[in-house]
């Protein structure tokens, strides 16, 4: 089984920087889209930034090109999100996901993905 584990969330002021990172276990082909999704109060959940490992071809939301990145570490089977210049929109919980073929035509929804984190918070204060 695919399993998720995330780190790096907490809370910073507008204009910061945090680092997410997701450690996948149970990998067993050589291409998976992963990346993360999120979800603020009252907003719906929506893709963030998703890396198709085999080639590291990327997607971004419009809302945070520029600012985040998306990169791994292959031998670790670890993604990470550099989020940088924070806006306090950017306030969310944010889920690592992970799937063999959601992201062929972009971002992808997120009923797409079959493996998903625990999420963790991220909160920007102006």
């Known amino acids: 089984q695919v399993r998720l584990g995330e780190s790096g969330g907490g809370s910073a002021q507008a204009g910061g920087s945090l680092k997410l990172s997701c450690a996948a276990s149970?990998?067993?082909?050589?291409?998976?889209?992963m990346g993360w999704f999120r979800q603020a109060p009252g907003k719906e959940r929506e893709g963030v930034a998703i890396?198709?490992?085999?080639?590291?071809?990327?997607y971004y939301a419009d809302s945070v090109k520029g600012r985040f990145t998306i990169s791994q570490d292959s031998a670790k089977d670890t993604i990470y999100l550099q989020m940088n210049n924070l806006k306090p929109d950017d306030t969310a919980m944010y889920y690592c996901v992970a799937d063999l073929a959601a992201c062929a035509y972009g971002l992808g929804m997120a009923g797409d993905y079959d493996y998903w984190g625990q999420g963790t918070h991220v909160t920007v204060s102006s």
């Open positions: 890396m198709y490992t085999e080639d590291e071809t990327t």
């Open positions: 149970g990998l067993t082909y050589h291409g998976y889209c």
